[in-house]
């Protein structure tokens, strides 16, 4: 066969549209010829006959034959991934690598499929093409691969170029929100929130639905509006859970607990809840396993011995599917996820039916969208009557407060002066230790209206970074605020951080994102902290936190309320010396640093929850009864090792 004649009939019949004589020709010349070119136009003509798997194939063949050709590697590429061939789509894009940097439709092929594979940690190289991309899928991949860095340089300017370019666009619109919140730009805030505000308030809810559900809390107090902020979630068909709960399991004597998180390191505020309720667990009653998926590199920060809190499994690697298959496999009866809608959250492990009992607690201050859980854990303040019908999951309210404070593994308040920390010795000193996400407009000028109010009062004001000491200072120079009134501060070590506390006469709280974890910490250091009485979970936590420790008069009715407290208050020094003793005082005694007390009210819980599931009963409401109060203190100041003295 005369190679030459009949790749060039080959060729003929290909443009004369005669795609099947020219494929069995081709068919004949593959006995004699693979070359790049006849591999190349067998799979244009299979293409053509609509057989795209195979037109990959032979585009892949053609790309591999010395030299290799890289416009043939990359259309082998593009196919398999059309076909879903997805292994075979990465194999040719591991020769050709470098051109998915530069060629947008290379780059969503294989962010697409890396995403799937739990993997985007490998492409954020692929961002900056994406965002250049001709067509709007491009962008909402670039939108898609922004990491949970809200400071990094790349990630803000993907954000910014995506708003500009579609200035009308909701999900990018929403982006550049999160990242303007996260630097106090209050100014961008302000602007570009005012479209969707009025959309709201003409019941529409297209600025809502795509929110991120986390984010969309720091703007919305409106449980009834937040639990319709669904992301990229999507609907759990009808019968789900039902059919979850009905799955063969078998219940053993001990309880097996799952916890399933990405915080499973000493640093994250997390723990410095959770550690010593875990470490407390009834190892005779209860069978801990933690199912991690936590930052290996923060777990190597510190030495820790996990082994005290539960077995650790290892899931970084598992997809959802297959890390629900792992804890079916170990017959885990209650699972419970900590995360809800937060960074690094793997809460759709709970929609493959890993366990017959699935709860929400401590990471997400609301109801989880879309995720099968049949409860979540709170107390009557975060989770009053009233919001019943704003949740998916039943409420299982404790009874003191529903976050644990660990009193053991923390550190506590050393002195300190306010000469270290650059606070004027004669002022009246508030103090703001919240994330600057949290400080909307509204709050900034509530503060700014109590120092114009408090002749003698500074405000304490942490800054996330230069961005953000900027944005605030702004925003107070423009209502009328003097430099020498804002002292300026930044993140520190951990226990230099509760030392200074204690430097401050006042915390002021935000809304309608309280603090959390920071206003636990800020009590365990003696500072008094005055919050504003909430209308969601999210801004309800501070009101239950005050409670437990035995200052509910710290919490305002509403906002003007909050104002004159304040104002109040800076002008009654003996009244706020009592409140830093009371703090100190109920430290050891009330419920709120009380560990003994939360797991036992706890694993309370978890009984009731599996007492139901072994009757078959679904899940409903539930609150746990309370422990008689305690009349002694349950550990000393000098001595964090004395054994917790029992409140039956």
């Keep these: 066969m005369n190679t030459k004649n009949a790749f060039s009939a080959a060729s003929s019949l290909y443009q004369k549209g005669q795609y099947t004589r020219a494929l069995e020709t081709l068919n004949d010349l593959l006995n004699v010829d693979r070359s790049s070119k006849t591999y190349a136009l067998l799979a244009k003509t299979l293409l053509k006959l609509g057989f795209k798997a195979d037109a990959a194939s032979a585009y892949e063949l053609a790309g591999r034959q010395p030299p290799r050709r890289e416009d043939y590697l990359r259309e082998a590429l593009l196919l ?35 995403l799937g594979r739990q993997q985007k940690e490998l492409l954020t190289g692929f961002k900056s093409v994406l965002v250049e991309g001709p067509e709007m899928k491009h962008r909402f991949m670039a939108a898609t691969l922004l990491t949970d860095d809200l400071y990094e340089e790349g990630n803000k300017h993907i954000v910014a170029t995506l708003f500009k370019t579609y200035p009308d666009n909701i999900i990018f619109r929403t982006l550049y929100l999160i990242f303007a919140r996260e630097e106090s730009d209050l100014a961008a805030v302000d602007r ?3 479209p969707v505000l009025a959309s709201l308030a003409q019941g529409k809810l297209d600025h809502v639905i795509p929110d991120n559900p986390f984010f969309h809390l720091h703007w919305c107090g409106d449980e009834a509006i937040n639990k319709l902020a669904i992301h990229d979630t999507v609907p759990l068909p009808a019968g789900h859970a039902e059919t979850r709960r009905k799955l063969p399991h078998a219940w053993n004597r001990k309880i097996r607990i799952g916890y399933v998180s990405s915080d499973f390191w000493p640093g994250h505020a997390t723990m410095k809840l959770l550690q010593h309720v875990l470490e407390l667990h009834d190892k005779e009653r209860f069978e ?17 011995d996990y082994a005290k809190l539960g077995t650790l499994v290892d899931i970084r690697g598992h997809s959802d599917q297959a890390a629900a298959a792992e804890i079916r496999a170990r017959g885990i009866d209650i699972l419970i996820d900590l995360k809800g809608h937060t960074k690094a959250s793997r809460a759709h492990i709970f929609n493959y039916m890993p366990a017959p009992i699935q709860v929400a607690w401590l990471g997400f201050p609301g109801t989880t969208v879309n995720i099968d859980l049949d409860y979540i854990i709170g ?16 409420f299982c309210r404790l009874p003191d407060c529903y976050q644990p404070n660990d009193p053991l593994n923390r550190p506590k308040p050393r002195p300190t002066t306010r000469a270290q920390h650059g606070l004027p010795e004669d002022a009246f000193v508030f103090a703001s230790f919240n994330g600057n996400r949290k400080i909307t407009s509204q709050m900034i000028d509530v503060w700014c209206n109590i120092l114009k109010r408090s002749k003698n009062g500074v405000l304490w004001l942490l800054c996330n970074g230069p961005h953000s000491e900027a944005n605030l200072w702004a925003r107070l120079e423009a209502r009328g605020i003097s430099r020498k009134r804002v002292i300026f501060t930044s993140r520190i070590d951990y226990q230099e951080h509760i030392d200074r506390q204690q430097l401050a006469d006042l915390g002021l709280d935000t809304f309608p994102v309280n603090g959390h974890t920071t206003t636990s910490e800020q009590l365990w250091g003696g500072l008094p902290v005055l919050t504003v009485k909430g209308t969601n979970f999210a801004s309800r936590v501070s009101e239950s936190l005050l409670n437990a420790i035995g200052v509910p008069e710290l919490v305002a009715k509403d906002m003007q309320a909050y104002e004159d407290m304040a104002v109040e208050l800076a002008s009654q020094p003996a009244r706020m010396a009592q409140f830093k003793q009371t703090l100190v005082a109920n430290r050891y005694i009330k419920p709120l640093f009380d560990s003994e007390r939360f797991t036992h009210h706890l694993e309370t819980a978890f009984e009731m929850m599996v007492d139901r599931a072994k009757q078959g009963l679904a899940p409903d409401h539930m609150d746990v009864p309370a422990l008689p109060i305690r009349t002694e203190p349950f550990m000393t100041a000098d001595d964090p090792s004395t054994a917790a003295i029992a409140a039956e």
């Design 379 to 394: 107390d009557q303040f975060v989770l009053p009557e009233r919001s019943k019908e704003h949740f998916h999951e039943k």
């Design 192 to 194: 570009h929130m005012a």
């Design 80 to 114: 398999h991934s059309e076909c879903g061939n997805d292994d075979q789509a990465l194999a040719v894009g591991s020769l050709i690598l470098p051109l998915a940097f530069k060629d947008p439709d290379l780059a969503f092929a294989l962010s697409r499929i890396l």
């Design 288 to 304: 801990i396993t933690l199912f991690d998926h936590s930052n290996p590199l923060a777990q190597q920060e510190e030495e820790f």
